[in-house]
């Protein structure tokens, strides 16, 4: 039997939590006056507030309880979400993360935080509030669950708290109170009607039950003034006197003659809706459904051999079974890619402030899906790619009204999918890449030869390369070459592409294809002399038969033509030097990486296969032609091609034949 830790879930939730304000006050900036996303954010305070508290974060409440106090006076309408208020608490923001991280940190910066707060909140000293609002009469009917007192809800510190609202009148409602020889000392019977006239809105009221929503059942609605006193001056002839049995069925029953009362909608999911569980345990059943279908194909083969019609029956409905699990796993581990993107904003905000920019971030296609696993290695990659898009492509507002410009730069941020690949883009209008000063750069550190030859797309591809910078100064952000060579091998690790284009004067943009996961793919299985390698089915176009005649009359050029189109095409027998006389009838296997295809020669096509991918050995690591490993259904190894690696090459070969002619 597993136990959960429950500070582990507080720092799960709390985390959360924290997103959800910073999201709230990035939201703020756009619209200072949105009394709801104020809310919101008060609401998740007053939650981290209270639940740190209750797990033992003592330091993590007490600081903040000040943010919470700050966004309580927003809220009230007696200070405005300034700028400056926003700035303030975003700061607090990540020492409340550390403080979640480890309760028992030290204070480090929190005074040097809690001051800009308090001046950030002493500049609203003449801030003029607006009028009061009216009061207005709510009709409160809320029963909590049976265990509520065993788990430590007090029912008179909420009607506490509502009476802080206002004026209250209190009934209690007994009718569901059993007879005392079945009455259980522990267990809570009541339920309870407030009538209560109070200025405060309604989220206020929502506020007091907030800890306690889920499990309880709560109506609130308003009363006009005639039925707030007919709620409180009971009559003698048809509502008991204060202290005798109410009965809350009824006061629904009499209510239902007037107007159905609007029900508050818990703002969490119900229980059983979503399950949360840790990312190693699917991390485990994924390994798992991978044994699986290897067990799985080694039975294939087995029922293929014989001609036992009941095997091959439980083998065809046993594989159909393990697919279905497979996608299933599959669907389970793919989370929208918006859990990305959302914390580029924050990003953003910082970057504006630090290069004194005017960015406007715009995002496309979060609702794109992809493997928990990959999303979380894409993080540090797109930091990069966005950190260089506002300090070295956007330009700064006096640059861009000369070039006749807005002065507020766009960065882009898109999601799409593409087959079995996701393309993330980053795009910026800034002042794109100078192709002259790239080539120099690379000639002065002797990346490349003075008078190479090289496309657009090599030179661009240059930028890559560890310490490679066109930075005339270093800055805080950038400067020092030290951050695309990790979107390189964080994206290739990934078995992803990095496209690059620009335009000068008008903006760049970064093309990263990802495939949907990183565990199991369908393949294509082929044969080159006597070994057997799998090529992803994703980057398959098409596959052409290669005559011997063909294969002589391209020696020394390997191209084909297709469709009026030359593709260059790479003889994997000679890549990896098999001694054995090709087969009469090769076959080439033509891949794409969505812009550049090249064909592939192989002896046979063996067919479809569903792959689980393992992880070359460290000896084998650095070897580009092959991406990673499988077992086949007889036991034996076949290996992944890198098709990426294998398309570069594929290029390389037609631009050297293209320059002999």
Not at 195 to 208: F, G, M, N, Y
Request: hydrophobic letters at 40%; glycine letters at 6%.
């Amino acid at each position: 039997m597993s136990h959960t830790d429950p500070s582990e879930v507080f720092r799960v939730e709390s985390q959360e939590l924290l997103e959800q304000i910073e999201q709230g006050l990035l939201d703020l900036e756009n619209n200072p006056s949105d009394s709801e996303v104020v809310a919101s954010v008060f609401r998740a305070l007053h939650t981290l507030k209270g639940s740190g508290a209750m797990f033992g974060y003592e330091a993590l409440s007490a600081f903040t309880h000040h943010c919470e106090t700050a966004f309580d006076r927003v809220r009230k309408g007696e200070a405005a979400a300034t700028p400056k208020l926003i700035g303030a608490v975003l700061a607090a923001l990540d020492h409340m993360r550390a403080l979640a991280a480890k309760p028992d940190a030290e204070a480090g910066d929190g005074e040097a935080l809690l001051t800009s707060l308090r001046q950030a909140m002493e500049a609203e000293s003449e801030f003029t509030p607006p009028a009061p609002p009216a009061s207005k009469t709510w009709r409160i009917r809320f029963s909590l669950p049976a265990d509520c007192l065993v788990n430590g809800t007090r029912p008179l510190s909420l009607l506490d708290e509502l009476r802080a609202l206002g004026e209250a009148e209190v009934d209690a409602i007994t009718d569901d109170i059993p007879e005392l020889s079945a009455l259980v000392p522990t267990e809570c019977h009541l339920a309870w009607q407030v009538v209560l006239k109070t200025d405060q809105p309604r989220s206020a009221i929502e506020d007091v039950f907030i800890f306690v929503i889920d499990d309880m059942k709560l109506e609130i609605e308003e009363v006009g003034a005639a039925a707030a006193e007919k709620e409180a001056a009971p009559q003698a002839a048809g509502v008991p006197e204060p202290g005798n049995v109410t009965s809350l069925a009824d006061h629904r029953k009499d209510h239902d003659e007037q107007a159905a009362p609007e029900k508050f909608e818990a703002r969490l999911p119900m229980a059983g809706e979503t399950v949360r569980v840790p990312a190693s345990r699917l991390d485990e059943l994924l390994d798992q459904v991978g044994e699986l279908m290897i067990a799985q194909s080694r039975l294939k083969q087995v029922s293929a051999a014989t001609s036992d019609m009941n095997l091959r029956s439980v083998a065809e409905e046993i594989e159909r079974l393990a697919s279905e699990l497979r996608d299933s796993m599959m669907f389970v581990r793919m989370v929208p890619i918006s859990q990305l993107f959302g914390r580029f904003r924050r990003l953003i905000h910082d970057l504006a402030r630090d290069t004194g920019k005017k960015i406007e971030f715009v995002t496309e296609g979060e609702t794109t899906e992809l493997d928990k696993t990959v999303i979380e290695r894409l993080a540090d990659p797109l930091i990069h790619l966005i950190r260089n898009a506002a300090d070295h492509g956007l330009e700064s507002p006096a640059d861009r009204i000369k070039a006749g410009k807005s002065e507020v730069g766009h960065v882009h941020l898109t999601a799409r999918q593409a087959g079995a690949e996701v393309v993330i883009s980053v795009i910026d209008d800034g002042r794109g890449i100078d192709r002259d000063r790239v080539r120099a750069k690379a000639e002065e550190n002797g990346l490349i030869a003075p008078g190479t030859t090289l496309s657009d797309n090599e030179i661009y591809q240059l930028i890559l390369q560890p310490g490679f910078s066109t930075a005339s100064t270093i800055t805080n952000l950038s400067g020092r070459g030290v951050g695309m060579d990790v979107v390189k091998r964080t994206i290739e690790g990934l078995r992803g592409a990095i496209e690059i284009s620009t335009v000068e004067g008008e903006g760049s943009k970064v093309n990263l294809r990802i495939p949907l996961t990183l565990a199991i793919i369908d393949g294509l299985l082929v044969r080159v002399g006597e070994g057997r390698y799998v090529i992803p089915l994703s980057n398959v176009e098409e596959c052409v038969e290669l005559s011997r005649e063909q294969d002589l009359r391209s020696i020394g050029r390997s191209f084909i033509t297709l469709r009026e189109s030359l593709v260059p095409f790479l003889r994997l027998r000679e890549m990896f030097a098999t001694g054995t006389d090709p087969d009469p009838y090769q076959k080439i296997v033509v891949v794409s990486n969505g812009a550049e295809r090249v064909g592939l020669v192989v002896d046979q096509i063996l067919g479809h296969h569903q792959t689980v991918i393992k992880p070359l050995s460290a000896f084998h690591a650095a070897v580009d032609t092959f991406s990673g490993a499988t077992i086949l259904g007889d036991g034996s190894v076949a290996l992944i091609l890198d098709v990426m690696h294998l398309i570069a090459a594929g290029q390389k070969q037609e631009e050297r034949l293209r320059a002999a002619r």
